[in-house]
Nanobody, 119 residues
Framework: QVQLVESGGGLVQAGGSLRLSCAVSGSILSINAMNWYRQTPEKQRELVATITAGGRPNYADSVKGRFTISRDNAKNTAYLQMNSLKPEDTAVYYC?????????????WGQGTQVTVSS
């Protein structure tokens, strides 16, 4: 059973920083791309950042220069460092990953973590 567990969300003032973590556990052979999405009640789920197994990142235009995605393959964990936060960054942030197990490769989602940025 593979699980993705996010942590690190919370309430922060505009201009502040938060660091999200996504830990993958279970019978894992390898993890391909790891992604961070976010969603608000008013918008569809939005891809914020992605990182390949080799560590190549890519970002949505709305977060470029402010957010940094990274991963620690030894710990099966991805991170999202969020700086210069804005009220419009308020959302539930979800981790997503393609995980290869003995049964094959499956896409998994975490349960989400709330990020609230006050003005």
């Amino acid at each position: 059973q593979v699980q993705l567990v996010e942590s690190g969300g919370g309430l922060v003032q505009a201009g502040g920083s938060l660091r999200l973590s996504c830990a993958v556990s279970g019978s894992i052979l390898s993890i391909n791309a790891m992604n961070w999405y976010r969603q608000t009640p008013e918008k569809q789920r939005e891809l914020v950042a992605t990182i390949t197994a080799g560590g190549r990142p890519n970002y949505a235009d709305s977060v470029k220069g402010r957010f940094t995605i990274s991963r620690d393959n030894a710990k099966n964990t991805a991170y999202l460092q969020m700086n210069s936060l804005k009220p419009e960054d308020t959302a539930v942030y979800y981790c997503n990953a393609d995980v290869r197990a003995l049964s094959g490769t499956t896409n998994y989602w975490g349960q989400g973590t709330q990020v609230t940025v006050s003005s």
